[in-house]
């Protein structure tokens, strides 16, 4: 099968991955700390989410919903620290070859071992009863969140089509069982989305491996999730903005995004995806707004250990797309007031505000900026691009 098909279909969990989202079985184990701990979950507030579910797991260690609870706080605590889980890439298939920081080995162990032993559990109970609806639904899980895990981590692709396909078809089965399963029809969902909206030849070829989809029908699976109140519905709801977002339905991705800020107000990645579809909706100034109040509230603490840095960078984006070459220099500038931004991000400011201050014929300062690049990582291509910019000005283009 050509790279191009199992990459693009493994978008089906890059998508789920995409601004903080995971399927999610309802809160089972019962266990009072589960609506806390999800509550955090996507509130960005990871550790004390990763804290909780094992607490949980502690308690109800042959569950394997607790297991995927904990597998799910792990996985994208480590998503977010390797910068995978900006939006934007997602808004097309740039995220294919987007290259991010290396993930931490022993996550990366630990995430294996959380997968396997839920996975074993699951595998026990439908050797005694293949009918076992939540057993089902929860290999599902297990598989989805592994596919996301060799998509996103390992970029194994390979790997990510199998488990999606095999998390598909459990739901399917979940389905078939219980036709009133909202939560099943996230990944099903999602999945004939994704294969619906491949080009026709890639559509055939997905069939070709029992890959179907439907592009309407995965949007109308996903909707029905998100209005039915249930567990899944933030999921989806999280999933459409995406959806949406690459079908240029920004109107209707605002609202869904908008409904989800108030429930989550540390969450940063809602807030800046605000600015983002308004910028991809054509409304800039109501963009720059937006992210110049991320900054703003970022640097009053609302954002505490997340990474509001990024809204400077974005503005700086935006103003520099409108010319104004010195407000956007001002806004990459901004990162330096961060104290520890993320390493990426300070870079990426840097090169830009070099960039600036070439085009105002500010040359010493322009050279400062590369300089600064190179000191956070010179192993980059950002860092390629400052060592280039040092022996010859940037002129635009």
Known sequence: MPR???????????????????????????????AGAFQHFYDMEYDRSVQEFTLVLERHPDEPNALNHLLMAVLFRELYRIGALNAAEY???????????????????????????????????????????????????TRAQFATYT????????????NALG???????????????????????????????????????????????????????LEQTASGGGEASTDAKIVLVVCLRREHRYDEALNLLRSLEPQ?????????EEGNLLRAKGEELDAMAVYRRVWEE????KYSGLHHEVAAVALGDLLRTQKDYGAAAAAYDLVTQVAKPDAETAQKAAVGAGEMYDLLRKRDIALRRYEAALAVDAGTPLAETARKRMKSPYTGG
């Not at 098909?5 to 809160?27: D, N």
């Not at 990366?108 to 293949?130: F, G, N, V």
């Not at 909202?182 to 069939?207: D, E, F």
Request: aromatic letters at 8%; one cysteine or more; proline letters at 4%.
């Open 4 to 34: 191009a098909l199992y990459s693009r279909v493994s978008l089906t969990f890059a998508l789920l991955a995409s601004i903080v989202s995971a399927q999610k079985a309802p809160f089972r184990p019962a266990d009072p700390l589960n």
């Open 91 to 141: 808004a097309n298939d740039s995220f294919l070859d987007a290259r991010h920081r290396v993930a931490d080995p022993r996550v990366c162990r630990q995430i294996k071992s959380l997968a396997q032993k839920a996975q074993a559990i699951e595998e026990r109970r439908l050797a005694a009863d293949s009918h076992d609806v939540e057993a089902l639904y929860a290999r599902g899980v």
């Open 151 to 162: 998509a996103l981590v390992e970029h194994a692709w390979f790997s990510a089509l199998r």
């Open 167 to 221: 998390a598909r078809r459990d739901h399917e089965k979940v389905l078939e069982l219980d036709p009133q399963n909202l939560n099943a029809k996230l990944i099903v969902g999602t999945h004939n989305y994704v294969v619906g909206s491949l080009p026709w030849g890639m559509k055939v070829a997905s069939s070709m491996v029992g890959l179907g989809g439907n592009k309407a029908r995965g949007l109308e699976y």
């Open 264 to 272: 989550y107000p540390h969450n940063v990645l809602f807030a800046l």
């Open 298 to 301: 970022g640097r009053g603490g």
